[in-house]
């Protein structure tokens, strides 16, 4: 992709070994190290001062026998030192509140709950973080509104009724068949709806079956898909035309075929 070719990046990353699907890495570094490589390409195709926002949360390892202790990793606070490190400058720590419940399937916290003996208390986890970083620039954030090449868009893009006052956010999780861990489409929507103006480029690094396009397009946005798991780019192609309509004749696909039913040619 160009360099600065895109204005809002929002994506949340495969979890580390968390759950059967995702292991695909050998250790904790060498996951850390593939998700350097995708903040660095990250950097070089957003433009100056724009917003990277990722979804992410602690990831819970399983012991492998009942003598070993699982293991908790701080997932979001190692990601935060990448971003650091590859260019960006924190913004801020959204919380996504699920509703209570949500984190009793991970098993945390039944063993408190039963035997109530101190040292063993571990909360159940409903929350989750959306990390917000910009592009390291010395020019400030009205400098991105003014330099809009778009103007009209930009006083379109005005945030009009309610918003979002504080960073605690409370959403229900989604759920889809065929994918493990989406994040709900309301999640993303919100992120697209602060984060960007109407028409600009919104970048999914790990696309998933699209919800990040769907929110772009669901609030006049263009969007760039990457996913590299053939079962979910063919989740996109089949469902894309229901929620874009004629428009999906423009999209262009690299890499696969175009749905059967769009009338898109190669």
């Known amino acids: 992709m160009p360099t600065q070719s895109v204005d809002l990046i929002f994506t949340s990353p495969p979890y580390f070994n968390a759950r059967p699907e995702y292991e695909d890495y050998v250790t904790y570094d060498e996951y850390l190290l593939k998700m350097r490589g995708v903040i660095r390409s990250c950097h070089q195709v957003l433009s100056e001062g ?5 979804n992410v949360s602690p990831v819970l390892v399983r012991r492998a026998t009942r003598s070993q202790a699982s293991r908790r990793l701080a997932v979001p606070f190692d990601m935060h030192k990448l971003f650091e490190e590859e260019g960006f400058d924190f913004v801020d720590d959204i919380i996504w509140v699920k509703p209570e419940g949500a984190g009793w399937a991970t098993g945390r916290g039944r063993r408190f709950a039963a ?4 040292l063993q208390y571990k909360p159940v986890p409903v929350t989750e973080y959306v990390l917000v970083y910009r592009k390291h620039t010395d020019k400030l954030i009205d400098w991105n509104i003014r330099a809009h090449p778009d ?3 930009v006083r379109a893009s005005k945030i009009s009724g309610d918003y979002d006052t504080t960073n605690i956010w409370r959403i229900h999780p989604a759920h889809n068949p065929e994918h493990p861990a989406v994040f709900p489409l309301e999640l993303a929507q919100k992120i697209v709806r602060y984060y960007s103006f109407i028409n600009d480029v919104v970048l999914d690094p790990f696309g998933g079956v ?17 996913e590299n798991e053939p079962k979910y780019v ?29 009338g898109v040619l190669l």
């Open 50 to 54: 724009r917003f990277l926002v990722m």
């Open 115 to 118: 035997d109530r003996n101190p």
């Open 151 to 153: 103007q009209a868009a």
């Open 210 to 226: 699209g919800t990040t396009a769907m929110a772009a397009v669901s609030l006049g946005r263009r969007f760039v898909l990457i």
């Open 234 to 262: 063919d989740v996109v192609r089949r469902e894309i035309a229901s929620w874009m309509g004629r428009t999906v004749r423009d999209v262009l696909f690299i890499g696969c075929e175009p749905p059967d039913n769009s």
